[in-house]
């Protein structure tokens, strides 16, 4: 069943089940047992670390997480919900028609229906919710913090875009759009750099190389949309937005911005609040 994606999807390159717990389920044919595990084990990771950020897309009842997509150069990687407990992660390469992978993905988990479910493992506390809990506080705090103007002007210029927030090689942030206090910032930046580390893990699984170029990392909620794209120099930015936003135009203005951010941080020595 797994398989189908390959066979179906002209440009497709791997499929995988896994549970959320980093267990795999199964997968396609050509992958090693070792390989299974270690993309298991990211996309476990990703899943947790992409719902822990909901409250950062915006404040919203629903805030089921639908997807995560991360773009590299050579290729793309996909991750949905397979029933309660179980994901499902594909790759392709850079070329694949992107609806038609959807659509097998989303045909196979209802395929699939309860046969790969697993109920999930009785824990001190989700920390998908505990972080949302500090998201929301931090969001509360508010204050100027570190503004950076040039974010500033990107979000007032694309309708439905909310916040943006660069961070530093070190993941640490370096300076926020407009209501981003520095307790949402500290937050956001820790789950940001998870989720970039989990990215360039699965650079391989996409058909390249750990270090081959990483471009960016979308999640997608009931809500909103986060993204996570490179800023330069190991830099990235992180930003939210509605759901009904234009996320093309967002992400093209973002990357527009990005030399006047790291000249302003060049200019300042790089040192976190100087913005």
């Known amino acids: 069943m797994v398989q189908d994606i390959v066979d179906n999807v002209p440009r497709a390159l791997h499929a995988v089940v896994l549970s959320a717990d980093g267990?795999?389920?199964g997968a396609t044919d050509g992958l090693s047992q070792k390989d299974v595990r270690t993309i298991s084990a990211a996309m476990a990771g990703m899943q947790s670390l992409s719902r822990a950020t909901a409250h950062f897309a915006g404040p919203s009842q629903d805030r089921h997480w639908n997807q995560t997509i991360i773009e590299f150069s050579h290729g793309w990687v996909f991750l949905i919900g397979a029933g309660q407990g179980a994901y499902l992660a594909a790759a392709a390469e850079p070329d694949v028609d992107?609806?038609?992978?959807?659509?097998?993905?989303h045909r196979l988990v209802a395929r699939l229906g309860n046969n790969l479910?697993?109920?999930p493992r009785v824990s001190a506390g989700d920390p998908a919710t505990a972080a949302s809990g500090a998201v929301a506080r931090g969001d509360e705090a508010g204050g100027t913090g570190f503004v950076l103007p040039e974010l500033d002007e990107v979000i007032a210029s694309v309708r439905g875009a909310r916040h943006a927030l660069l961070l530093g090689a070190e993941g640490l942030p370096r300076g926020a759009s407009t209501g981003v206090?520095?307790?949402?910032a500290d937050t956001i930046s820790a789950a940001m750099t998870g989720i970039h580390a989990y990215s360039r893990a699965t650079a391989p699984f996409a058909g390249g190389l750990q270090d081959d170029?990483?471009?960016?990392?979308?999640i997608e909620f009931q809500h909103g949309w986060i993204f996570l794209i490179a800023a330069g120099d190991g830099a990235f930015l992180a930003a939210a937005a509605e759901?009904?936003?234009d996320i093309e135009e967002f992400t093209t203005r973002l990357s527009d911005v990005v030399p006047k951010l790291l000249a302003r941080q060049t200019s300042r020595g790089g040192r976190a609040g100087d913005a």
């Open 181 to 184: 206090g520095r307790d949402l």
């Open 213 to 218: 170029e990483w471009r960016q990392t979308v």
């Open 243 to 245: 759901h009904d936003c």
């Open 117 to 119: 479910t697993s109920p």
């Open 23 to 25: 267990l795999p389920r």
């Open 98 to 105: 992107m609806q038609q992978i959807s659509f097998r993905m």
